[in-house]
Structures are given as C-alpha cells and as structure tokens.
C-alpha cells in the first residue's frame, strides 16, 4: 500500500526556516517524480515545487522560488521541502504527493500524504 | 505559468441532478489536465487524467472531456457522496497549476 507520511510541521515566526519531511512507503520510491502541493486555510490547491526520480531536475512555482528547496533522499526513501524567509501567507496544510506512475514524466498526482500544518506567525 | 480558470466557484445541485464544471487554460495544453475531488479535511482524490481517463476505481458517472483550452467535467447523475470540492490541474509543463476550486453543494 503506498503511504506518504509528511512530518515537521508547525509554528514559526515570520521570516523563520523549517524543514518538512515526507517519508515514503510501499513503493520503489527512487522511480517517481514527487510534488509538494500546498493548501491555505479555507482556500484551494497551490501546486510548489516537484522533483525529478533522481534530483537532477527541480522545478518550483514562482512565489517560492529562492525561498524553498525540495530535495530527496533514495536511500532513506524521503522527500523533502526546506522553507527560508517564510512569511504570513505560507501558512498552509503541505501535502507530499507522488507522480501516478513511475518511470518519465507525467505530472499526473497520484498518491497524496494527508499533510503537515504551517503556520507562520509571531 | 499557465493560468486555470475553473466555473462556477459554486454550484448548487440536488441529488440525481447532471452537473457539468468547466476548467480554461491561459494557453494551450493539450489534453494534459486531471480532475480531483477534494472533501473537508481530506487530501484530494484522482478522478480523471489526460482530460478524459477515469482512473481505477472511480465511478462511471464522472467524465471528463475537452482539450487545447476548454475541458469539463460531468456527473452524469449527482449522488449524495458527490458533495465536495473539485479542482483541475494542468501538468502540460513541468511548473503545474490548479484551478481555483468548485464547490458542489447541496440544493
């Protein structure tokens, strides 16, 4: 069964840092592109940032970029979002997500985490 | 980046009713487009992928056509499990969007 486990949530002050972390299951983690996917407080989905099966490729939505970094771990079958500079409108539920299939790009969001809390407030 | 435009942002159906959602992308995007079903608390659910495949498990009352610009979704009769939020999502380039979100309600 695949399992997407996001951990690392929580409260930070404006201007803070965090690293979320989405831990993998029940698939060969290392064949699929992943996703983060956020989800603002009564407000719809934000798609962030996805990664390429082995962290070559990384592409990201323009509000974040050069304030965020998704990155991945094969061996430790582990996604991750590093969050600098965070401000008030980050806060949000962070979904971890994986490509429905494996092997080239699709794009298509197959499998969601059921996702870690944000919030960024003093 | 590729804009999505989904209407209405509400919509407001009985039980049995036939309902249609409309997504439009800023440019072209062939048929890369999914549709997803979102309810309260929960993550969201893959209805649809390359505008028209229903995946494994959904109901044959959802449908989704459409390609270029203008896609839609249809439920060919509503049923109660059907209240939620649905949302379309291009993936023709690397950077994705969403649509804003409609939200199905009852009537």
């Known amino acids: 069964e695949v399992q997407l486990v996001e951990s690392g949530g929580g409260l930070v002050q404006p201007g803070g840092s965090l690293r979320l972390s989405c831990a993998a299951s029940?698939?060969?983690?290392?064949?699929?592109?992943m996703s983060w996917v956020r989800q603002a407080p009564g407000k719809g989905l934000e798609w962030l940032a996805n990664i390429k099966q082995d962290g070559s490729e990384q592409y990201y939505m323009d509000s974040v970029k050069g304030r965020f970094t998704i990155s991945r771990d094969n061996a430790r079958n582990s996604l991750f979002l590093q969050m600098n500079s965070l401000r008030a409108e980050d806060t949000a539920v962070y979904f971890c997500a994986r490509d429905h299939v494996g092997g080239g790009y699709r794009g298509i969001i197959g499998y969601w985490g059921q996702g870690a809390l944000v919030t960024v407030s003093s | 980046d590729i804009q999505m435009t989904q209407s209405p942002s509400t919509l407001s159906a009985s039980v049995g009713d036939r309902v249609t959602i409309t997504c439009r992308a800023s440019?072209?995007?062939?048929?890369?487009l999914a549709w997803y079903q979102q309810k309260p608390g929960k993550a969201p659910n893959l209805l649809i992928y390359?505008?028209?495949s229903l995946e494994s498990g959904v109901p044959s009352r959802f449908s989704g056509s459409g390609s270029g610009t203008e896609f839609t979704l249809t439920i060919s009769s509503l049923q109660p499990d059907d209240f939620a939020t649905y949302y379309c999502?291009?993936?023709?380039?690397?950077?994705?969007?969403f649509g804003q979100g409609t939200k199905v309600e009852i009537k």
């Open positions: 029940g698939f060969t983690f290392s064949t699929y592109w």
């Open positions: 440019q072209s995007i062939s048929r890369w």
């Open positions: 390359d505008a028209s």
């Open positions: 999502h291009q993936y023709n380039t690397y950077s994705q969007t």
